[in-house]
């Protein structure tokens, strides 16, 4: 099983619309949950910071469910300039280190 | 901007030779990360670097090595190149070693013949 699992996308979507997108880890123990964007061909960029009481930047909401290992982020109103690669990470500590571990990713694409 | 430069930007190899990948940290960043992207893939953790020493390591064979300098600049070594490390190669840094933000550089892209 994959420590972080993200649902497989595409989503199309018009613009205005609201999307949600889901994602699952497997170790218990990480810490820290994030989402972050990338757009084709460019780096990832951190989008916001989850966290367990829920989140909100603007358009954007970010929830974390730690009983069901679930995070989920919100975008309300999307615009074409959301569309994207949205990734899913968690923080996992071991005893060799700390490590941030991404999904897969999920694209996003906003059509007028 | 992030202020994480990366070089080369693109590098092309053939199967079993050696390639090095450098990475200048943000001003003030004392952890380097380095991660692999294969194409339609997120980034994979390869390893972290913190005060010169490596913090924690991902499921990649030893032939992936590093190392991080005084200046907290970093490299990237991979040896015995096969046709699969071929990916982008995306160096990040970040604050210190649990920091969730991470910068990152536009990547290298190696291709391996």
């Known amino acids: 099983r994959k420590e972080v699992e993200q649902d497989p996308g595409p989503f199309n979507v018009p613009e205005g619309a609201t999307v949600a997108f889901n994602c699952t880890y497997s170790?218990?123990?990480?810490?820290?949950f994030f989402w972050y964007r990338q757009d084709c061909r460019k780096e990832p960029k951190l989008l916001m910071s989850?966290?367990?009481s829920g989140n909100e930047d603007g358009r954007f909401t970010a929830q974390l469910n730690r009983a069901s290992q679930y995070i989920s982020l919100l975008i309300r109103d999307s615009k074409l300039s959301d569309s994207a690669t949205y990734l899913c990470?968690?923080?996992?500590?071991?005893?060799?280190?700390?490590?941030?571990?991404f999904g897969a990713g999920t694209i996003l694409r906003v059509k007028s | 901007e992030t202020g994480v430069t990366q070089s080369p930007t693109h590098l092309i190899k053939t199967r079993g030779q050696q390639v090095t990948l450098r990475c200048s940290s943000q001003?003030?960043?004392?952890?380097v990360s380095w991660y692999q992207q294969a194409l339609g893939q997120g980034p994979q953790f390869i390893f972290q670097?913190?005060?010169?020493?490596?913090?924690g390591r991902g499921n990649f064979p030893p032939r992936f090595s590093g190392l991080q300098f005084p200046n907290y600049s970093s490299e990237l070594n991979v040896n015995a190149l096969e046709l699969d490390d071929s990916a982008l190669y995306l160096c990040?840094?970040?604050?210190?070693?649990?920091?969730?933000?991470?910068?990152f550089g536009s990547g290298t892209q190696l291709s391996v013949l």
């Open positions: 990040a840094s970040s604050l210190g070693p649990l920091e969730g933000k991470l910068f």
């Open positions: 170790n218990s123990a990480s810490q820290s």
């Open positions: 989850v966290y367990s």
């Open positions: 990470v968690v923080t996992v500590t071991s005893l060799y280190g700390n490590k941030l571990v």
């Open positions: 001003s003030g960043h004392n952890t």
């Open positions: 670097y913190y005060r010169e020493e490596e913090n």
